[in-house]
């Protein structure tokens, strides 16, 4: 591998003609160089795929160092500063190179090339196949496409898909790590028939659940549960809270989602009718009402205006229409567990084979007498982990240093939480971004899924891709399905994976059909908050130079989703989405409204999507890929 140029010694007063074209040409001869390095590689791959290669190459020894100067002098002559060159890097240097050649006026002819490369209207239509081939057709009046994650009801709820689609759903995607076969099945039949009845197509994507790491279980607590209406600072109601009633002998799962669910004997919710009161007195005594406001064949919704707690044995009592008195009482409750308050300062045990966790166990005093403790039930990560490392939990809201490992037991001291303290509960999502962790990209599960996954689905998404190897363990699963035609999508969410997205991609590009997903949520965690936005800027760049489609994913109109209000920072963060070629939308309460504000930000936006000019520092992607990256 050629040693990158330090273009430090670059004039910072204006340069000549002649020093731009000298520094223009050695840098187009570094670029050839990489190629000539890479030529046992470029052997692999498919005619279609070999020009996306090429010009990925060309783009990472583009990047592989810091071009500012020069970037600032082509702009000071009115030339192209190469910062649009992502998806036809020699194109651009060759006009460039081609337009100062006709300044001096000396003729220039680029030296013959062994491949083919690619004009700027062949790049930009390259990037328009590969998206279609994986995303589907280009929606009629929006570029990007829109995809919507499902959450559990759109197994049952038809008019839910039908209404998604309707108002600009382009994919679906269903994550294998919730739900099961039968509901996933319910889901894609129900697009199925909305596709047909509206004759809008709709792709499938399906996510391989992968290794996620999690807290264990905690110790089981009361069974109770609270009802808790929302309220403005004044302490008015201005959402009741929704209370699903179920019958205990069936347990219904509710068609949307609920705050609670109460099981309660049937021949009593068979008598229940719309405008029914409901009262009871709450674990602490206090009368409460219910009003059921919906009956339905499976049971009936009804909402509270006040806080109550309830507990198993409460009784409901509600007047017949002829004035009798009905009475039940309602059945067994899940208990709820015992969360662990954690402060900056604590101490915190992992344990890898612990039934239930516990919080810390204090003295009269207020002083610790055991430290917290919980289970983190995977074997393989206590042989990677080492003192002095970080770790996260529950998407970065608390954070620690690993102190000491022992070989069943982590222990970690809390430096990140409020200082009054944050609740850990269990089944929270972990992460050790400077571990270097040997998890497998693919459990047990996601083998077993990908069966019905290869038959169902357009394309199968890689949750935590880290490596080539990793890539090639899911190609060589699809090639046993003989599904080797399925479309491959990459998530990016560890910090492994980013700095290991160009070999994946140069590895996933010798497929017909791939993209990548920037899982923006675990990213943030792994990367650091505070490099998020340079971290999905540097994706996009690289993906864009493979002409690769990539999707923007995660919390985008999350607030809007779930509570039916955007902040301005997310329809900001929903426009900055117009850089990819796909943005998706999370599950909630209100993804109808989220899909139809997204649809409109989109279609706004995609007027101003070419008014971009990126300053060329040294990336790092391109410099730790060119420097150490075995692939090469």
């Known amino acids: 591998m050629s040693t990158a140029h330090n ?147 759109a197994a049952d709820n038809y008019t839910l898909v039908d209404d998604l689609l309707k108002s600009g759903m382009n994919c679906m995607r269903i994550n294998c790590a919730h739900d099961d076969v039968l509901a996933w099945s319910k889901m894609i039949e129900n697009l199925r028939t909305a596709t047909k009845a509206t004759d809008h197509s709709c792709r499938i994507i399906m996510d391989l659940a992968g290794p996620k790491l999690r807290t264990g279980a905690l110790q089981p607590g009361p069974a109770v549960l609270k009802i808790r209406p929302k309220r403005n600072q004044l302490g008015e109601t201005t959402l009741p809270a929704r209370i699903w009633l179920t019958s205990q002998e069936t347990l219904a799962q509710p068609s949307s989602t609920a705050y609670v669910s109460l099981p309660v004997a049937s021949g009593w919710l068979a008598k229940l009718s719309k405008g029914d009161h409901i009262k009871f007195r709450d674990a602490r005594g206090a009368t409460r009402t219910l009003k059921v406001v919906n009956v339905t064949e499976e049971g009936c919704w009804a909402e509270a205006k006040k806080s109550a707690y309830i507990i198993p044995g409460t009784i409901l009592n509600v007047q017949s229409r002829k004035g009798k008195a009905l009475e039940t009482t309602v059945g067994v409750l899940p208990a709820r567990e015992i969360a662990i308050r954690l402060k900056p300062k604590d101490l915190l045990i992992l344990e890898r084979e612990l039934e239930y966790g516990r919080p810390a166990k204090l003295d009269g005093q207020g002083l610790v007498l055991s430290p917290a403790i919980i289970g983190f039930p995977f074997p393989e990560v206590f042989e990677d982990v080492r003192a002095g490392e970080p770790i996260w939990f529950d ?91 399925l479309g491959i999508v990459l998530k990016i969410e560890t910090r492994r994976g980013f700095e290991k997205l160009p070999s994946m991609l140069l590895e996933i590009m010798k497929v017909p059909c791939c993209g990548v997903m920037i899982a923006r949520g675990d990213l943030a965690v792994e990367c650091g908050f505070e490099r998020m936005a340079e971290v999905q800027t540097e994706i996009l760049w690289i993906c864009e130079a493979a002409h690769v489609p990539v999707i923007w994913a995660t919390q985008v109109l999350e607030s809007l989703a779930k509570e039916g209000m955007p902040s301005r920072a997310e329809i900001s963060d929903a426009a900055m989405g117009q850089g990819a070629e796909c943005v998706m939308l999370n599950k909630g309460t209100h993804i109808i409204e989220a899909v139809q504000m997204l649809d409109d930000i989109l279609k706004r936006m995609q007027g101003h999507q070419n008014k971009k000019r990126s300053m060329m520092r040294e990336l790092h992607l391109a410099s730790t890929f060119r420097d150490r990256d075995p692939l090469l």
């Open 395 to 485: 998407d970065g809201k608390i954070g620690g240093i690993i102190e000491r490992t022992e070989a069943d037991r982590l222990y970690v001291r809390i430096t990140h939480s409020q200082a009054d303290g944050l609740n850990l509960g269990s089944g929270k999502g972990i992460n050790l971004p400077e571990s270097n962790l040997r998890l497998s990209a693919m459990t047990t599960k996601d083998v077993e899924d990908l069966k019905f996954i290869a038959s169902h689905a357009d394309m199968v998404a890689l949750s935590f891709a880290n490596s080539v190897q990793d890539v090639q363990l899911l190609q060589e699963h699809l090639t046993k399905l003989d599904k080797r035609q």
């Open 7 to 153: 273009f430090n010694d670059f004039p910072k007063q204006p340069a000549n003609f002649e020093d731009l074209i000298s520094y223009l040409s050695f840098l187009r001869d570094d670029l050839l160089s990489m190629l000539t390095e890479s030529e046992g590689l470029l052997d692999m791959y498919p005619p279609k795929q070999l020009a996306s290669a090429l010009n990925l190459l060309n783009y990472l020894a583009l990047r592989s160092r810091d071009l500012r100067p020069l970037q600032m002098q082509l702009v000071q002559m009115g030339l192209s500063s190469l910062g649009r060159a992502e998806s036809n890097v020699l194109a651009t240097l060759d006009a460039v190179l081609s337009l100062l050649h006709q300044v001096v006026q000396r003729p220039w002819q680029p030296s013959p090339l062994e491949h083919p490369f690619l004009d700027f209207e062949a790049a930009q239509q390259l990037l328009e196949e590969h998206t279609e081939a994986l995303l589907g057709p280009e929606p009629a009046d929006r570029g990007v496409r829109i995809m919507v994650t499902m959450p559990s009801e």
